[in-house]
T-cell receptor, first 111, second 117 residues
Framework: QQPVQSPQAVILREGEDAVINCSSSKALYSVHWYRQKHGEAPVFLMILLKGGEQKGHDKISASFNEKKQQSSLYLTASQLSYSGTYFCGTPKVNAGNMLTFGGGTRLMVKP | NAGVTQTPKFRILKIGQSMTLQCTQDMNHNYMYWYRQDPGMGLKLIYYSVGAGITDKGEVPNGYNVSRSTTEDFPLRLELAAPSQTSVYFC????????????????FGPGTRLTVT
């Protein structure tokens, strides 16, 4: 089952903050976050494993709550380079760690 | 390291034609994947492989075939191309997930943009 991302799209001004959510109806063992710029391949941002940990990548951080089966990506003081589509991916157990990706959140940062 | 490479970058096929999309990785990764991405949509897994000689279906395998004779190569074959197969195809690879479920990042190739008319 595909994880659900919200919101579907966000428009920000440079310096503003945003939160992107990813929720699943199934138990989560980990959550992957990727960013895809227009016309390019997805690029890995971070993985969050079971344990409720938080991680950071520059001014982008994320949390993972396995009890609530959800993860949130926090973009702080957004920069123009943050524009793109953000995908969360959740692995399927006993299936080659294959990921099921959410539908994506389109983020546009304006000057 | 070149990472994950894909050829061709672009291709136009006529309905009913066949073609093979090539994917090669030089990171010695056991796991390899093929995704398709329709315009404005997310990634859908077509096939994956956990090692040479082992492949399995993903979410949308119909109309495609794969083989994995070496660790490095994972070609995707389209037989009898249909307009519904117009999409961008991404190949990806990752390490073996010994540290936990989905514990390793996936590295994506640059993609092949395919149009079937």
């Amino acid at each position: 089952q595909q994880p659900v991302q919200s919101p579907q799209a966000v428009i920000l001004r440079e310096g503003e903050d945003a939160v992107i959510n990813c929720s699943s109806s199934k138990a989560l063992y980990s959550v992957h976050w990727y960013r895809q710029k227009h016309g390019e391949a997805p690029v890995f941002l971070m993985i969050l494993l079971k344990g409720g940990e938080q991680k950071g990548h520059d001014k982008i951080s994320a949390s993972f709550n396995e009890k609530k089966q959800q993860s949130s990506l926090y973009l702080t003081a957004s920069q123009l380079s943050y524009s793109g589509t953000y995908f969360c991916g959740t692995p399927k157990v006993n299936a080659g760690n294959m990921l099921t990706f959410g539908g994506g959140t389109r983020l546009m940062v304006k000057p | 390291n070149a990472g994950v490479t894909q050829t061709p970058k672009f291709r136009i096929l006529k309905i009913g034609q066949s073609m093979t999309l090539q994917c090669t990785q030089d990171m010695n990764h056991n796991y390899m994947y093929w995704y398709r991405q329709d315009p404005g949509m997310g990634l859908k897994l077509i096939y994956y492989s956990v090692g040479a000689g082992i492949t399995d279906k993903g979410e949308v395998p119909n109309g495609y075939n794969v083989s994995r004779s070496t660790t490095e190569d994972f070609p995707l074959r389209l037989e009898l191309a249909a307009p519904s197969q117009t999409s961008v195809y991404f190949c990806a690879s990752s390490q073996l997930g010994l540290a936990g479920v989905g514990a390793y990042e996936q590295y994506f190739g640059p993609g092949t943009r395919l149009t079937v008319t």
